[in-house]
T-cell receptor
Framework: AQRVTQPEKLLSVFKGAPVELKCNYS??????LFWYVQYSRQRLQLLLR??SRESIKGFTADLNKGETSFHLKKPFAQEEDSAMYYC?????????FGTGTRLLVSP | GAVVSQHPSWVICKSGTSVKIECRSL??????MFWYRQFPKQSLMLMAT?????????EQGVEKDKFLINHASLTLSTLTVTSAHPEDSSFYIC????????????FGPGTRLLVL
C-alpha cells in the first residue's frame, strides 16, 4: 500500500528564513509525487509536481528515491507563503495525501 | 484556469435525513470526478471515483448505499449522504479531471456537513 508521511503538523519560521517541509513516502512502484497548497479560506491547489522539475513561487522539491523523500524547500520564506501544505503520491491509480503541514511565516 | 464549484458550501441537517452535494466543473468537461472526505486535522481520504455515465468506484470501507454518487453529465457529479448520522459530519471535497486521470485534478472549495 502507498503511504505519505508529513511528520510536522506545524512549521513556524520568520520572514526571510529558509523553509523545508518534509515528506516521506512508501510505495512499491515508481511514484509520481505532488505538493498541494491550501491558503486560508481557499481551495486546495496544485503547487508543483516532481516530473515537472520546476520552481513555483520560489518553491522546489526534489524526489530522492534512496531516501523515499520529496521535501519542499524555499530559501527565503515570505509571509504570503503561510498556508497548509499537503504532499501527495499518485500510485495504483489513486492519489494519496499526507496529513499536511501548516506553515506559518511571521514578520 | 479550470474551476470546480460545490454547492452547498455548508449544510446542517437532522439525523436521519439525506443530504445532496453538487460538484460542477464550470469551464471544462470533467471525464472523471473524485470525492474526498476530510476529518478535522486529518488528511483528505478518497471516497470514490466517478466517470460520466457509469457507476462510481468506491474505496474500501466506503458504503456505496450510504454515499450515493451520480455523474450524470460531463460537468456535474452529485454525492448524496443518505440517512445521515452525526458521524457523517465532515468536510467533503470534490475534484475533477479533464484528462480522465488522477494526475491533473482541480479541487472544489469543499462542503462542510454537520449532522445534529
Amino acid at each position: 500500500a502507498q503511504r505519505v508521511t508529513q511528520p510536522e503538523k506545524l512549521l513556524s519560521v520568520f520572514k526571510g528564513a529558509p523553509v523545508e517541509l518534509k515528506c516521506n513516502y512508501s510505495y512499491s512502484g515508481s511514484p509520481e509525487l505532488f505538493w498541494y497548497v491550501q491558503y486560508s479560506r481557499q481551495r486546495l491547489q496544485l503547487l508543483l509536481r516532481h516530473i515537472s522539475r520546476e520552481s513555483i513561487k520560489g518553491f522546489t522539491a526534489d524526489l530522492n528515491k534512496g531516501e523515499t523523500s520529496f521535501h519542499l524547500k524555499k530559501p527565503f520564506a515570505q509571509e504570503e507563503d503561510s498556508a497548509m501544505y499537503y504532499c501527495a503520491l499518485l500510485g495504483f491509480q489513486k492519489l494519496v495525501f499526507g496529513t499536511g503541514t501548516r506553515l506559518l511565516v511571521s514578520p | 484556469g479550470a474551476v470546480v464549484s460545490q454547492h452547498p458550501s455548508w449544510v446542517i441537517c437532522k439525523s436521519g435525513t439525506s443530504v445532496k452535494i453538487e460538484c460542477r466543473s464550470l469551464d471544462f468537461q470533467a471525464t472523471t470526478m473524485f470525492w474526498y472526505r476530510q476529518f478535522p486535522k486529518q488528511s483528505l481520504m478518497l471516497m470514490a471515483t466517478s466517470n460520466e455515465g457509469s457507476k462510481a468506484t468506491y474505496e474500501q470501507g466506503v458504503e456505496k448505499d450510504k454515499f450515493l454518487i451520480n455523474h450524470a453529465s460531463l460537468t456535474l457529479s452529485t454525492l448524496t449522504v443518505t440517512s445521515a448520522h452525526p458521524e457523517d459530519s465532515s468536510f467533503y471535497i470534490c475534484s475533477a479531471s479533464d484528462r480522465g486521470g488522477q494526475e491533473t485534478q482541480y479541487f472544489g472549495p469543499g462542503t462542510r456537513l454537520l449532522v445534529l
